[in-house]
């Protein structure tokens, strides 16, 4: 992984997508101002999703928590949303290792009721070719 050139955010990763099922999207790194719609996603989530995405049981976390989760630097860590209207259907996030700058930690969430249309993917495509 080469380290990206951004440490604002990063306009030209603004894309936008189309799903297997056909829907389109808006695939775009994350923004300060999408706290409220992260609480809004992170709500609509089943315990079996946020189990699967913790690879263990949790508790919901407090919105203050969720809130942080909008703000990134672009260059250590980087989050890209894939919208639904105006609304987060899907969500991609690396934590790169401050060790090994060359290896990152990356996590995918997709809102139930969007789950096997293609969102993964596309937000798998996305985040690769940003790093």
Do not use: C, W
């Amino acid at each position: 992984m080469t380290t990206p050139p951004y440490p604002s955010y990063p306009e030209d990763l603004e894309r936008p997508g189309l799903v297997r099922t056909g829907r389109s999207t808006f695939v775009r790194p994350i923004r300060p101002e999408d706290a409220d719609r992260l609480v809004a996603f992170v709500g609509t989530l089943s315990r079996a999703t946020l189990a699967y995405r913790s690879l263990g049981p949790v508790v919901r976390a407090r919105d203050d928590v969720i809130r942080r989760g909008a703000h990134v630097d672009y260059l250590n860590e980087l989050a890209l949303v894939a919208l639904a209207g105006d609304e987060i259907a899907g969500l991609v996030r690396y934590v790169r290792d401050p060790e090994e700058p060359e290896h990152a930690e990356v996590t995918f969430t997709i809102r139930d009721d969007h789950q096997s249309e293609g969102f993964g993917r596309l937000l798998l495509e996305h985040i690769a070719a940003a790093a």
